[in-house]
């Protein structure tokens, strides 16, 4: 069995020290995640998948806007510094992605396929795992580290006027990511015969 593809995904982890020092400009990266989000399965060919790619000021005025609005959400100032200094290390990152679906195309298929409606929302979900999987494990192979953050739905009025989002994308994630400083820890897994049956 070839295991190319088993190896780039053992070498996809979640890197939380990241920085800057990568050697693809901007625009590499930013084809890269297009066109792996392009090629990412969808439901009927539905393409639902959205994304908005930061990089310099944009990027860190995320992390802004994300430190800002936590403020008010932890119990004590305490808890916002450690809170602050996890936001930080966010921004220390090279960039992010904004991972979007466009609800207008969602409902639109809800409405063309009505035997199937009750699924759409469910399978645009599946449409982000696979375009998040995709672009996380291709900059990975490009020697890029990233981690995915789920800050949705408490930043999505902020970020939605910072950045000009149109009104029926919504935010389903955050990928920062940069160079890697530091890398991941051990990956531990549970049992395979608690997770799996193979029938023959």
Do not use: C
């Amino acid at each position: 069995m070839k295991e190319q593809f088993l190896d780039l995904s053992k070498n996809r982890r979640s890197i939380y020290a990241l920085g800057r020092n990568v050697s693809q400009s901007q625009d590499e990266i930013a084809d890269l995640i297009k066109e792996n989000i392009k090629w990412a399965p969808t439901p009927f060919n539905n393409q639902t998948t959205r994304a908005i790619i930061l990089f310099g000021d944009n990027h860190e005025k995320l992390w802004d806007i994300v430190a800002d609005r936590l403020k008010s959400e932890v119990p004590s100032e305490e808890a916002y510094q450690k809170t602050l200094a996890k936001i930080n290390g966010f921004k220390a990152a090279f960039g992010t992605v904004l991972f979007y679906t466009d609800m207008s195309v969602v409902h639109q298929f809800e409405n063309d396929f009505a035997l199937y409606a009750d699924n759409f929302q469910d399978w645009s979900e599946q449409a982000q795992g696979n375009a998040q999987y995709a672009v996380w494990t291709s900059l990975a192979e490009n020697g890029i580290g990233a981690n995915l953050q789920h800050y949705n739905p408490i930043i999505d009025d902020l970020v939605k006027d910072a950045f000009n989002v149109p009104d029926n994308w919504k935010l389903r994630a955050q990928l920062d990511f940069g160079s890697i400083e530091a890398g991941a820890g051990d990956k531990d897994f549970m049992d395979d015969s608690d997770r799996f049956q193979v029938l023959k």
